[in-house]
């Protein structure tokens, strides 16, 4: 009897679940599009940080029947303006980056040392490194400064978070870039 009724309760959670899942996901949506300085704030934040090279690394990354759907796909991909990757991106993206971390991060991409982040970040040189040798950085004062303003660290903790969600959402976009007639 148990059984049967444990059943019949996880039957009708799992009926239930996308039914609350299918009217939360409107009044996100509604949201981010009540707000158009907020999704603005995005989009600056991911031409910043340079978002079409995420959807490239995705793209790049993904799992393709043959190499000539991989080309197809990467010609796809490389002839979206970086404009548009960020503008279809930035609503989806609203509802988990608020209007202060993209501020904040937009501002720090955009200094020097910002971005020497974004460069290293895409542009990584891979190579062996031998036991005990260490990296050596030069940091300036000034970034070691920047690196501890509040606002900073709090909005970069909040970025990292959302890395999960920027790689989801490039992944959307490069389905639906995929199934576009170009």
Known sequence: MKSVFRAALGLALACATPAFAASAAPSAAKATAANPAHVKAVQDLLASMEAEKVLIGVASRSHYQSLDQRKAVMAKVTNVP?????????????????????????????????????????????????????????????????????????????????????????????????????
């Open 82 to 182: 970086p404009a548009e990757v960020y503008r279809r991106m930035a609503p989806a993206l609203a509802a988990s980056i608020s209007a202060d971390t993209a501020a904040e991060m937009t501002r720090f991409y955009n200094t020097p040392y910002g971005k020497k982040v974004v460069f290293r970040k895409y542009n990584s040189r891979g190579g062996i490194i031998m036991p005990g040798a260490v990296m050596v950085e030069t940091v300036t004062p000034e970034e070691r400064q920047e690196r501890k303003r509040p606002a900073y660290v709090k909005a970069s903790k909040e970025l990292a978070a959302a890395d999960p969600v920027i790689e989801h959402e490039a992944f959307n976009l490069l389905q639906a870039i995929n199934k576009e007639k170009r």
